[in-house]
C-alpha cells in the first residue's frame, strides 16, 4: 500500500529557480526521507528527518515535517540542471520499522 | 567502493522459465531488501531480511522467492515468470535494523522484461 503520496506528481522550473515538493502520508510515522532518482538509475537517499524534528537542512535542501498533518516537503533552492530528477519521500511507520514505504514520487524538470 | 550490485543489470525473458536476480553488498550491511519500481505506483517492497536466514513478506511478495544463506547476498527468485512482473528491480541494503535512523543503498536496478 502506499504510504506517501507526492505533490505535484510533476513541475518544471527554470534553472536559479527554488523548487518545491510535497509528501503526505497517512500512518504516524517514525521518521521520513527523502530520495533522488536520476532517470532508471538506483535512488540516492537526500535527508532524513525525524517524526520530533520540524526542519532540517542540507547545503541547497530544506526539509520540513508537520506531523499534525501527516506532511513534509522537499525545497531545493537555486535550482541547477543537474537538479532533474524524480524526488521520492518515504516513510518509517511507527510500529513497522523494519520496512520503509515510498511514495509515487515527483518528476522535477529544471530547463536552462 | 562500497556499493550494492546487481546482475544481470537487463533481462527478457518468456513466460515460466525461472530466473534469478542476484544482489550482492560488501559494506556489512545487516538489513537487504528488494523493490519493483512500476510508472504511477512507485517503488513497492517484495521482501525484506533483517538478518542471515531471516526473511519477510513485502507488500507484494507474490511470485517472488527470496535467500540470505549469506550476509552479502541476497537473490531475487522468480520460479515461473509471468508477464505482469515486467518491472524495474532494485536491491537495497542498510546497515541496522533501524530503519528509523537509517539510509537505504540502492543498487543499479534490473530492467526484467517477460514476454
Known amino acids: 500500500s502506499q504510504q506517501g503520496e507526492e505533490d505535484p506528481q510533476a513541475l518544471s522550473i527554470q534553472e536559479g529557480e527554488n523548487a518545491t515538493m510535497n509528501c503526505s502520508y497517512k500512518t504516524s510515522i517514525n521518521n521520513l526521507q527523502w530520495y533522488r532518482q536520476n532517470s532508471g538509475r538506483g535512488l540516492v537517499h537526500l535527508i532524513l528527518i525525524r517524526s520530533n524534528e520540524r526542519e532540517k537542512h542540507s547545503g541547497r535542501l530544506r526539509v520540513t515535517l508537520d506531523t499534525s498533518k501527516k506532511s513534509s516537503s522537499l525545497l531545493i533552492t537555486a535550482s541547477r540542471a543537474a537538479d532533474t530528477a524524480s524526488y521520492f519521500c518515504a516513510t518509517d511507520n511507527a510500529g513497522t520499522a523494519s520496512k520503509l514505504t515510498f511514495g509515487t514520487g515527483t518528476r522535477l524538470q529544471v530547463t536552462l | ?115
Open chain 2, 1 to 115: 567502493e562500497a556499493q550494492v550490485t546487481q546482475n544481470p543489470r537487463y533481462l527478457i525473458t518468456v513466460t515460466g522459465k525461472k530466473l534469478t536476480v542476484t544482489c550482492s553488498q560488501n559494506m556489512n550491511h545487516e538489513y537487504m531488501s528488494w523493490y519493483r519500481q512500476d510508472p504511477g505506483l512507485g517503488l513497492r517492497q517484495i521482501y525484506y531480511s533483517m538478518n542471515v536466514e531471516v526473511t519477510d513478506k513485502g507488500d507484494v511478495p507474490e511470485g517472488y522467492k527470496v535467500s540470505r544463506k549469506e550476509k552479502r547476498n541476497f537473490p531475487l527468485i522468480l520460479e515461473s515468470p509471468s508477464p505482469n512482473q515486467t518491472s524495474l528491480y532494485f536491491c537495497a541494503s542498510s546497515l541496522s535494523l533501524a530503519l528509523a535512523s537509517d539510509t537505504q543503498y540502492f543498487g543499479p536496478g534490473t530492467r526484467l522484461t517477460v514476454l
